[in-house]
């Protein structure tokens, strides 16, 4: 394995994604020296998210869909995971397990450790708020409600008061690009405008989990780059990642892929593999 195309994939980028070393799977985590100071690595830290043996059935008989199969999958702080596969492959089902959307017909899902499903329904809700930042393929924005407002809104639901909500609302609109949207509503947004919108709602306050699904479908390519830089920078500070795309060079971001195929993790891989895999090209060697 080489780390030699993190540096490709982010040419004008901070040094931060570049030392980031593929970490194998199921390693320990690699969260960056330079930003000591946030969460501290260690070998014994708790992963944010651990699924375990997750299956998701929909139907019964013959209208029996298996969405996903004995699905494993362990994110520590600081992993970016990229989620790859054919439409119908179990992606959306995968994200919206983990993110407690959805609960499995079997196995279990922990989020810094507890189990989604255990908790009732108001606890999911708040620990979904608190901790999962989650951007959906439709932008799910409400419509009364100006892009500051729809950001800020998740923050006050969980007791920040409406002053330091604007604050980090405008922040993080700020940080996808889209500050001067800030008093805009949704139906007067281009629809890359309302999907930043919608990244920056995902991304306000402390989100350690943080799940989005195809969310560079309507973004032109340099606000692709953007938002994955952002997604590449809160990996890189302690969060976990995990990013449901088509495409490649969005992949190449994260620390390693997971491939999916009617319903089963086909392979779960280093960046380096990913190329392999895509190009039938072999980087690095045997
Ligand atoms: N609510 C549902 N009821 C029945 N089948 C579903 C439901 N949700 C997803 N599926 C099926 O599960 C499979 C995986 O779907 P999905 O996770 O949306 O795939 P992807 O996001 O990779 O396109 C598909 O065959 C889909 O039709
Ligand atoms: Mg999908």
Redesign the pocket.
């Known amino acids: 394995m080489t780390t030699s195309r993190f540096g490709q994939s982010g040419p004008s980028h901070n040094m931060s994604h570049a030392s980031i070393s593929p970490s194998p799977p199921q390693s320990t985590n690699t969260v960056n020296t330079d930003t000591a100071g946030t969460d501290t690595a260690s070998a014994t830290v708790q992963p944010i998210l651990a699924m375990h043996d997750v299956s998701?059935v929909?139907?019964e008989g013959a209208?029996r869909?298996?969405?996903?199969l004995h699905a494993n999958l362990v994110l520590h702080p600081g992993e970016f995971v990229a989620i790859m596969?054919?439409?119908?492959?179990?992606?959306?089902?995968?994200?919206?397990l983990a993110g407690g959307l959805d609960t499995p017909t079997s196995g279990h899902v922990l989020v810094e450790g507890r189990d989604l499903a255990a908790l009732n329904v108001a606890e999911r809700a708040a620990e979904r708020r608190r901790s999962i930042g989650y951007v959906f393929q439709d932008f799910n924005l409400l419509p009364g409600l100006t892009a500051r407002e729809n950001v800020q809104f998740p923050l006050e639901l969980d007791g920040w008061s409406a002053r330091k909500a604007a604050a980090s609302a405008v922040h993080a609109l700020d940080e996808v690009g889209v500050s001067e949207l800030a008093d805009r509503l949704p139906e007067d947004m281009s629809g890359g405008q309302a999907q930043r919108v919608a990244i920056a709602r995902a991304l306000v306050g402390k989100r350690r989990l943080l799940l989005a699904?195809e969310p560079t479908g309507a973004l032109d390519s340099n606000s692709g780059t953007t938002i994955l830089e952002v997604l590449r920078r809160r990996a890189d500070d302690g969060a976990a990642v995990l990013l449901?795309t088509h495409e490649p060079r969005f992949a190449a971001w994260a620390d390693r892929t997971v491939f999916?195929r009617d319903?089963r993790i086909i392979d779960d891989t280093g960046p380096s593999d990913v190329d392999m895999l895509l190009n039938g090209t072999e980087i690095g060697g045997a």
């Open positions: 998701r929909h139907g209208r869909v298996n969405a996903l596969g054919p439409s119908g492959s179990g992606k959306s089902t995968l994200l919206n699904d449901v999916l319903g």
